[in-house]
């Protein structure tokens, strides 16, 4: 009897796939300009086949294809030679099965055992279920990757692939890796210059969470396709002419923004599709076998381009001159195009694209070594253990400042003497003075930008030259965060608050572990909870510092008013033995994470709990967060906590299905037009009277010719408040009129 596989092959066919997929991988390899290692990487591949044999993926397909994909991407979409590739076979064999390390480095090695056990310790994902526990994880992400950026490569492979075969996971493991690949993975790929696959993680991500819109954008783009190669065309056929006049071997095309990168753009101006008029950009890649005449050709298609086209006086980027830190190249320019809309053009040389598109790895082909480019990636990557030295740090304050760090755009400044500094876009005096030397930071009272006085809250702008001001006087302030933009200003004035606040946090914990001890109680995390809470601190650190500051007293707290006040406190407080505790509430059950969760209503009371920060409706795409006390809190999936939420506590995510039927929630409508006499009543009547809608506020402003309406009303579903803009919108002056 012939052996089938879930997925209707046969033993025979699985093993023509697996050997076929090998072969296509290896042939990348051969053809690419990598010494030709093939004795180890088969030897990797036997390997991982023995070790995984019998072991399938959820889809049902033999596991061993997973390394053999993984390794492909490395090949081929990232460029890594044959210790990564083999390092990607083998990157699932120390956790999965009975191999350890050791096994792995004599078979293959030291450099591809150490790899990895990078690989191995970060498996799994960053995250776990505790914001602690994802800090921890997410640490040795970094760490590995500072002693070796090749298991964070391997890692985005791992990922991406992972993210292509999403289809085969529960909704709500697909929420949970979708939500933490668009809050780190993405911003990590496009630091490390990964841009094709930063741009695929972030499409597939968006697919996942909004499949409908997803749907719905991939449509239109499909349906303007020809409209926008008519637009192409005319606006690339001068330039076109003109670069063969120069004798250039080029190629030229228009990059299309991806999906996510629409609905984006979409969301943050509130404006629909048909608005989005930089839908694409023109990309000229020229050859050029000398590197340093690159830039004197970049230029001079700049100036065909500006001889032809009116240029953008404020969108011109030189990453030529100084290229991004994550080693991009290229230069930018915004011109006027013939159908009157501006229409940015990219201009690189065939290194630079390759650079664009696949990193830090494109390096290494050009044989560049420790030069500029990766001397910038060297310096990220002390930022990053910047980041890593704070030993104590709060754990979603540690992935903010990671990725405020990952997410920056940049600006470039000067010292008064001339040398070149790369920050982050917003960064100011004070970001510098940290970036230069925490003993600047904590000392910094001003600064003079470009020869001027400014506070130490400035904020830098490109070009500045920059002098930092010092008192010896002068020492770090809590407040001073609000001023701060860079991961490492952060970092460093934490640290530094917290030397300085030491001596009084140690006095102050003596005084509470006394208090503690003279009253006979019994410490636990609820209790310590309620004593934050009742002296509104929010950690343990700032009720030692008050308590050694002589800021509160416990005793004179808790001594004040009458004995029965006293008991009373105690009591709620500590619950003493002895008194009678309150009555608890009788806990929900437990959710099934695995299901869908219906939100329903029962007996007028709703299963779930629309939190306030986005205040989700039927129709919205949504996801649950079960807290401890197994009540299902809702969160629109674009909310900014649910994105914390999905990469914090992934594991207690859970898919949900609106079935409210006719109940009603609320939801704001912002509307803007042309002012004019009886516009207002018009308005209001056709809501309340012609739309039968039940109005709950309503508050309009007019501003010379202009006026602004923010209108709440009662809705069932999402369709009803598009319906009401709509109907809105066809009212004469209304020129817009969108859901908050």
């Not at 879930?6 to 076929?20: D, K, Q, V």
């Not at 000067?414 to 230069?436: I, Q, R, S, W, Y």
């Not at 070009?463 to 701060?484: M, R």
């Not at 996801?623 to 900014?640: I, K, Q, S």
Request: with cysteine; hydrophobic share 35%; net charge neutral.
């Amino acid at each position: 009897m012939v052996q089938q596989s879930p997925y209707n092959l046969t033993a025979e066919e699985e093993e023509r796939l697996i050997n076929a997929e090998f072969r296509a991988m290896l042939d990348c390899y051969l053809a690419s300009n990598h010494r030709k290692k093939v004795e180890i990487i088969e030897r990797a591949f036997f390997f991982a086949r023995e070790a995984h044999k019998g072991i399938r993926r959820r889809s049902g397909e033999p596991y061993i294809l997973h390394p053999i994909a993984v390794a492909n991407i490395c090949c081929s979409e990232i460029g890594l030679g044959s210790t990564s590739i083999c390092a990607a076979l083998l990157h699932d064999v120390v956790e999965d099965t009975d191999y350890t390390v050791e096994d792995i480095e004599q078979h293959f090695g030291k450099k591809i055992a150490q790899i990895v056990s990078g690989l191995t310790k970060i498996s799994g994902g960053i995250f776990g279920d505790r914001a602690s526990a994802q800090a921890e994880n997410f640490r040795k992400l970094l760490l590995t990757m500072s002693e070796d950026i090749r298991v964070v490569l391997i890692k985005m492979a791992d990922r991406l692939h992972n993210m292509r075969t999403l289809g085969s996971m529960a909704p709500n493991k697909q929420y949970k890796i979708a939500g933490e690949t668009l809050y780190i993975y993405a911003p990590l790929a496009h630091r490390l210059g990964l841009f094709s696959i930063k741009t695929e993680l972030e499409d597939l991500s968006f697919k996942y969470e909004h499949p409908q819109e997803y749907e719905r954008i991939t449509k239109l783009i499909k349906e303007s396709e020809s409209r926008r190669t008519s637009v192409y065309n005319n606006f690339s056929e001068p330039i076109l002419e003109q670069l063969k006049r120069m004798g250039l071997t080029f190629e030229a095309k228009a990059r299309l923004k991806s999906v996510y990168s629409i609905w984006r753009k979409m969301q943050t101006k509130q404006v629909p599709f048909e608005e989005v008029y930089d839908l694409y950009a023109m990309r000229i890649i020229f050859d050029c076998d000398d590197q340093a005449a690159e830039k004197n050709i970049c230029w001079n298609i700049y100036s065909v381009i500006t001889d032809l086209y009116r240029l953008h006086p404020d969108r011109t980027r030189d990453w030529i001159s100084i290229p991004k830190a994550n080693g991009y190249q290229a230069l930018h320019l915004t011109v006027m195009g013939p159908d009157g809309n501006w229409i940015e053009v990219q201009i690189r040389s065939r290194r630079m694209d390759e650079i664009a598109e696949k990193g830090f790895a494109a390096h290494w082909k050009y044989k560049i070594g420790e030069g500029d480019e990766e001397s910038e990636l060297n310096v990220w990557l002390r930022t990053i253990k910047d980041i890593l030295d704070d030993p104590n740090p709060n754990a979603i304050d540690f992935l903010d400042t990671l990725k405020l760090n990952l997410f920056a755009s940049e600006i470039v400044v000067f010292t008064p003497k001339g040398e070149l500094l790369t920050l982050p876009n917003g960064a100011t005096v004070l970001d510098l003075a940290f970036e230069l030397h925490s003993w600047l930071g904590t000392h910094c009272i001003a600064g003079k930008v470009n020869h001027k006085l400014v506070p130490l809250s400035h904020r830098l702008n490109s070009g500045d030259q920059v002098e930092v001001l010092t008192s010896q006087t002068q020492t770090p302030k809590a407040e001073w965060i609000n001023h701060l933009a860079t991961a490492k200003g952060k970092t460093r004035l934490r640290q530094a608050l917290r030397r300085e606040r030491q001596p009084l946090i140690d006095r102050g914990r003596k005084i509470f572990d006394a208090f503690i001890s003279d009253n006979n109680i019994e410490l636990n995390n609820d209790i310590m909870t309620k004593i934050l809470g009742t002296f509104h601190v929010g950690n343990r650190d700032d009720l030692f510092y008050r308590l050694g500051n002589e800021e509160i007293n416990i005793d004179q707290y808790i001594s004040r008013g009458n004995d029965n006040a006293r008991r009373s406190f105690f009591t709620k407080l500590f619950r003493i033995p002895g008194k009678k505790k309150r009555t608890e509430a009788k806990p929900l059950p437990p959710v099934n994470r695995k299901e869908r969760y219906i939100l329903r209503y029962d007996n007028d009371v709703p299963n779930f709990e629309r939190m306030d920060c986005c205040s989700p409706i039927p129709g919205d795409d949504v996801m649950g967060f079960v807290r401890t006390d197994n009540r299902v809190e809702l969160h629109a999936l674009t909310c900014p906590n649910a994105q914390v939420l999905k990469a914090s506590y992934g594991q207690r995510i859970v898919a949900t299905e609106w079935d409210t039927g006719d109940v009603k929630f609320p939801a704001r409508i912002h509307i803007e037009g042309i002012d004019r006499h009886g516009i207002l009543q018009e308005l209001t009547a056709m809501i309340s009277t012609g739309l039968n809608f039940d109005i709950r506020s309503l508050n309009i402003e007019a501003r010379g010719e202009v006026f602004t309406c923010e209108l709440a009303v009662m809705v069932t579903n999402r369709k009803v408040v598009s319906d009401l803009c709509d109907k809105v919108k066809k009212i004469s002056g209304v020129k817009r009129a969108d859901r908050i």
